[in-house]
């Protein structure tokens, strides 16, 4: 299977680079870059010295990719709003296209224009696109010809809760959530703002009280409890470089910490990709950066009724590149964990 | 003024020998560790070379230093449980005492039981005993003859939640507080867990769901809401060496972001080390490091009804050393900036 | 090829636990640990849950392991002075081992003494084993019986320093070496010293001015000068993991930049793990760590005269794991990179 | 004594505002910054809220500055290049100026062009200039009217190698220093490569071989030797804020390890801001951070004939600011430790 990586030059391209150049069923063909076409790969990415040095950058526009008959499915590691034209013209040429920006996670364009402040770029595209939670959608998604990737605090947040929503396990209300994200998730930066002595020794929440990424986890809550769901999210940067350590309080519906337990295990336990801790061991970042792994546990305050669930992923990995390809893997039968650990 | 400072050698120990040795109104005149006890504070905190090269540590027991008549005022800087005999000493003696470990801070012995595993130390001294938050506790306070100081986490929350819960502008329900913790809260280490390597790029929670701190935390919430107040609060270890960042979200009890803010000038705007920032702005462990300051700012949520509520600390200085000192002046009418910023 | 390794609690073990599990041509089938026996793997590395979550902990001793039919080769992942009980029995019984640990890297057992403190643990083995720079030693070591893997720092100096001292272009006097050497080259520390706080934020020389890696160092560059070479190594503890950056100064005996890369081009061009860089380019361990690669470039200044050569590597592959499992990928005749990136 | 900082937006400026706001003796009277002119400083330097609220930013051009009946003393925190023009405005009106830029720093205009790539923007003034290395500057210094800080890197490498140089006892060739710098060191920064996720984890040598520091390191070491002495200096980036760790590799003149100690006890023992450690005890950039000081030690390897020498200091206080303000003390008369630590 041949791929091409639109937009790579990001954290999350890198890492897509280093993925897809190591996957044993896939040929990487192509690697755009709007800033770094005609320079080597490994130039721009150092970790691929000796991998990919005779591969350029190129800056190949929508329609000379949705062309080349030498890529099967392109990953788009681009911004907002910038991946939705390379989209069009891939779908259109017959190419799957596995989207990792947040074009076609939401599929109320109305909720899209009041989260990203502009109108949706591809109303018409939206209807063959699906949001692929490789652990959570059903079936029916693999026929789709464009797959939204999750977000990464989404991710770290919806494995968990997600089913226990469903199950009517938790309250629909109440629920807050805090994140603590490594700074790459905050992508290639050179703004003062995000330069070393700055964020070093330092923590701080950001993005209160309306982070864009509200707008797919509420979407996907109130799926599953096919009722409206707001909840309180509140994103932290942590100094470090990557991972994200969730934090959710929820209230029970009732419900016992052995109930939640089960609910987990029946959804979760031939998942290779989720890993339900105990409920006395608290998941750690460290534990999961460089795996496509969600690690998570629960416990139960009988004083105020809580649940206090905590998951850790790493946001280049499960939260971005590496669930794209689990999406690949599934899609095209392969082992789910086919070049990911 | 004489000080002593006793149980100097962990890190809030070492903090308050950095402020008092520069503290234009006290000398320094004992400072104990059982461990050090021999060697030059300087060698044990080589950031005083030059400073207190003359300095030993002592083995001081409590009635040697109760004894001791170029002693005014002690400083507790030991582990819960080893403070109360020290404390005894001491106060029998005449000597005024402010104590950082946990043994004085919670009124009601059965809480401290509950939550400190063994029953506490002298019930009796408690009387004689006050929880002093410099900015929040009333006059009386300084006619005691052991001033307890308040955990770390606690000022952390209590200086902006406690007023709110007090005016009742805010539920007594659904509070969550997250906060996010430099490593130097775990104190000085030699386990594993906490070397280097295991620490750096990592975050994770623990102490889930009943951290000691919770005691104190809901001990005051309840006496400022004249009603039973009970929190979920979810401690992190962050990778950095010093700061705490809270997170409160509180619904709203009908109030609007400016009639908190109103309330909070109304408490804090002659008080020098509580910074109120717009809403807009969100407090940062790096620009308090150091200094005894509280930054809080707070945002309002109009989907889910609540407050976001955030603050950040100096761990060793606001949350211990620093609000001792801060005490130390009070109680002695100086002016309350005095040794500190 | 079926695998043991011995020792694999610490972080050298810890990575070849993971490179070995993903190995396509090895099959794991012991792993010891004499404090973590009984336990699981994935407990103890959890970066290996849902990997190696049926693995246990074993606390087989010598012989037990000597005598295991399902055991082809072992790697040795253990402290100097303990490895050498081990390889003798493993050796006698057949197997092949791969000595992680000081014990045989250096050929006379004087010289061990004088730098590790003890006299040597098995002098007659040594005949039988091989000190094995895989880019360096000739063809006549897979002969052997025993391969003594490199030390960290030694691998990152003798890849640059080497072939040129071989080659008679730089003097044998005044060779300065720094080494800056992230954390985990301390090992799974449990000391105060290596805390978090206490590293972080900090950098030192330490070592000075004999650090035992002297010892093979030195022994290395003799036999390839022919002569007797004594060099000043300084290293330093950096606040990161992983990754040594090393930095070589060394008078030109006459020769150009040109010739030290020419020299360079001839030792390594076919070689996948050693990348020339540019002379205007400065190795880096953040592109390295992850990777079995040594980067490394040259200036000479002319003002005096000297080379100063950098070069980068991750201490834990290259200067350990990587390597050892290089040499196993060289001995088998598989392809050199064969589980390696 | 009332005093302006001119440039006060970056690290160093921010430093000096830290410093001089709490300097008993000094009034600080105007802030400039051409970039934030208009903005509180305490809004650019968020550490001093609660502090200097009122104070704005300036941005007073150089005949303005002059002109202030209100300014004594300028502190010029300028870049080089731009910092001459200020220095000669405000010297024509009689104010003193300690100035910490390159830009007075090397008294041969040859040099300066050398290692600046630019002419020097004034050489008339250099005459009323000196290069004032508080410990080490003889008396008559005070009576220049320009006082020109030394580099970070220079603080750190001549406090320890300059007196014996001076007397003799170590050779004037082969000298090998290698620095290990925290980022602040670079400035504030606003490109990608000094972004967090860059930095962190990482260690590099740069600025090979010719460093602009070495201009003035190497002047100063061949005024003391009466001869020209020429060294190697590599520089290196570490991931910290703060500190510079510099080792010093320099053949032995024939003198012993306590010929070198007695020369340091000679020429610092009365000099608060240099502290002698013994030849066991290794610097370290950790106990240094946040004071004035130098602490340094040596050893001498009997197989080289080297001694190697480590230095810690902090490269925004005596590596820069605090020194500035060391040189305000000596000049004024008042205790040179006043305002610092």
Redo the contacts between chains.
Sequence with gaps: MNAAIVGASG?GGETLVKLLS?HPKVTLKAVTSRSKAGEPVSSVI??M???LDDMLFENSDPAELAAREDIDVAFLALPHGAAAEYARHLVDAGKKVIDLSADFRISDPAIYEEFYGASHPDVDLLAKAEYVMPELSDDAWEQKELFACPGCYPTSILVPLLPLVKAGLVSKE?I?V?S?S???GAG?????A?????????????G???HRHLSEIEEQLSKAAEDKV???F?P?L??????I?T?I?V?SAGATLEELYAEWEKCYSDK??V?ILPSST??????????N?V?MSA???D??G?F?I?S?EDNLVKGASGQAIQILNLWQGWDETTGL?
């Design positions: 954290y190591a150092p970790a010295r000796g991998v109440h807050v805090n603590y490594g700074t790459s290639k930066q050179s703004k003062e995000f330069s070393y002595c700055e964020v070093n020794e330092s923590s701080k929440a950001y209160l009280p309306k707001i909840i309180q509140n932290h942590a100094p470090m470089n990557r991972g350590a934090t309080t209230p290779p990709f890993c608290r998941p750690d970042t460290k534990y999961v950066v460089g795996t792994r690690d416990v139960k305050d004083r105020t809580n206090v905590t850790a650990i």
